[in-house]
């Protein structure tokens, strides 16, 4: 690790952070609400969504919402700017740090050397999966530039994280646990802006990686026909969180700035209740990084959420199955087989419930033109051919969608009966009636724990054995809220001139201080002086007590700041010129536009750490040579059963590969076996 780096020790317990997405202002309530420790949102513009863009009013109310838990809001400005922007994001910046947010992710590193300028100290910069961080080395460079956390790319296993972690214990590291993943390493994907003008590091990513590819040699012999070669399925890591906090990281991020509340509801509910189940069995260990406890009233389930299959990914390391060749779109869950067809209905083999207006789909082969071919061996649930004169191509797989109009048991009539359903097909649901309307109701209720404390001081003493209830006391009564996590205290007083009472007053005075049911409280022990509810309280200075307390307690929990951030100089983040040209893949040098260089304050950046060769981005002047448009740690040739370095079968084609969409437009395959990559160039 750099001597400049910062060093600080991990606070015990370790705060666990479950970073949930907002596409809007209801998006983010509801993440908050069933359990996230922070949100992230994009702004009016500059996210890498362009379409999720929000107000600066609409952050504020979230803002304010989230810090009511301790929870944090980030702001995705994560795109390269050109220089006619620069100022209006400064601006943009100004505002939203007034409007109370937390954090901001930035790729830009032009836009980042502005921005550390005018934060506070208090709001933290991170950057984002765009930097394309895949090493210790490139973090650490990173935080030099002062980032106080990095969001790490999607492709790392847990034993990379922790390698990472353990050469970098102070820096924060987030990973990435749910959702859609990129082919390509985040930031360095110029294959929309190649193929239609639009570009993924200006949030406007046409996914390329979706579409249906030939997969030809270079004697033209096919390979694959119209199969979704790049489309990766989505990522869970649902079973393997307690490795990834072991790993070292800190916040876990689900993917979907463009998902509505139902998604944000489902996912962020099965991930917070599994991270609970870890903090109870390791208390001592990790704790939640907000506050607040959550009733849930429904019982989440992943299948039931938008999903092309699942998959951890690289989580142990490569893996063949981490892609979905047939389609690019959502299978949904597996509920049964078809077993007997009639002319305007069919039955299901299986346990699962239907209810009228549920989505179900089912994959069919569609025959197609073709050069002739043979089966070759590969993944097993792929269809791999090269020419024969014998055997066909085998056609391509689509996924084909209809809706239920009536349900009989296990009868269902659909709205039209779907042309190509056959008995035996697999039956996959991607909606969910039942689901869906559970979902579209209050679903989690998130509350803070306190304890209440209740007390009387008087002016005199007061003697347990008088009997007389005329006598009046002239004092304070008190009532002190004590947080169960998080460890505030708030207490507030109210004179009164005490009269013992005709009967106890214990049951009024726990019923009136626990009257929380408009507040984020709940109270969860009242503790009562011995002897203190022997006094008559009305009822509305009971109640303008509590209201004190609770109005205090707010203000502690919503006026904590986070810690001044120690952030480097500049003469500290060059001081080491000579390790520049280490921290990114050997590309970087042979391919200068993957520096993403879109503005005067970038190009001044890297003058200064000392880049020889300084280019402007790719979308601003195309490379003049054939271009890496992906790096990706996915291989088509290993997932194909072909990969001779690691058991696999000899290629039985002549390289190099090609990607063929139907418009005839090519993509040459680039096996890097030295660094177990994929790239993809422009033929």
Known sequence: ?????????????????????????????????????????????????????????????????????????????????????????????????????????????????????????????????????????????????????????????????????????????????????????????????????????????????????????????????????????????????????????????????????????????????????????????????????????????????????????????????????????????????????????????GTATFANGDGLCFLTSKRADGPTGRQVGGASNLQTTVPSARHPVIPPTHLEGFRINRVAGNRLYPFKMPRGLKPGMALYRNQDQAFDKILRGKTAERKIPIKIRFGVKTSSTLSETHSSDTLEFHGNIWVKAEMRSGGDVAEASVPFALQVARKPQHDNIVRQLTKLGNTVYTCTDVEIEEGRDRFFLPSSVLAELRRNVVGRLDEQVRGMKRMTIHRLSVHEEISDKSRFSSVNPSQYEKFPYLYNISNDAARRFYVQQGLGTVRPAFEIEPSKSTPILMQCRHCIRYSLGYCVRRGGRKPVWQEPLFLVLPDKRRFRLEFDCEHCQMNIHSA
């Open 1 to 349: 690790m750099h001597s400049s780096s910062p060093v600080f020790h991990r606070p015990s317990p370790i705060p666990i952070e479950l970073l949930a997405p907002a596409k809007n202002l209801a998006c983010g309530i509801a993440a908050i609400d069933h359990g996230a420790d922070a949100v992230y949102i994009g702004a009016s513009r500059f996210g890498a969504r362009q379409s999720a863009g929000n107000s600066v009013e609409d952050i504020r109310t979230l803002c304010e919402y989230a810090h009511r838990y301790r929870a944090t809001v980030h702001v995705t400005l994560n795109t390269i700017v050109y220089d006619n922007e620069l100022a209006e994001t400064l601006s943009l910046v100004r505002t939203l740090v007034k409007a109370g947010v937390d954090a901001f992710l930035l790729q830009d590193m032009g836009l980042m050397s502005e921005v550390r300028k005018i934060v506070p100290a208090t709001v933290a910069l991170h950057a984002s999966t765009q930097c394309d961080t895949r090493t210790a080395e490139k973090a650490g460079w990173l935080a030099r530039q002062g980032f106080d956390r990095v969001v790490l790319a999607r492709e790392l296993s847990a034993d990379e994280i922790k390698r990472i972690h353990k050469q970098l214990p102070g820096l924060e590291l987030e990973a990435f646990i749910h959702g859609a993943l990129c082919v390509s390493y985040s930031g360095i994907c110029y294959a929309s802006q190649y193929c239609f003008g639009r570009s993924a590091n200006r949030g406007a990513c046409a996914q390329f990686c979706r579409l249906a590819f030939d997969l030809v040699d270079s004697a033209g012999r096919t390979i694959e026909h119209q199969r979704h070669l790049l489309s990766l399925k989505d990522m869970s890591q649902i079973d393997n969180l307690e490795a990834l906090i072991r790993s070292g990281a800190c916040a876990f991020k689900i993917e979907g700035r463009l998902k509505d509340v139902d998604y944000v509801k489902n996912v962020v509910s099965a991930y917070s209740q599994r991270i609970d189940e870890i903090i109870r069995r390791y208390p001592d260990e990790f704790r939640r990084a907000s506050l607040g406890k959550v009733r849930y009233s429904f019982t989440p389930d992943l299948k039931k959420t938008f999903n092309r299959g699942y998959t951890d990914y690289f989580f142990k390391g490569r893996q063949a199955d981490i892609f979905s060749p047939d389609t690019p779109k959502a299978l949904g869950e597996f509920v049964g087989t078809v077993k007997e067809i009639r002319r305007d209905s069919f039955n299901v083999a």
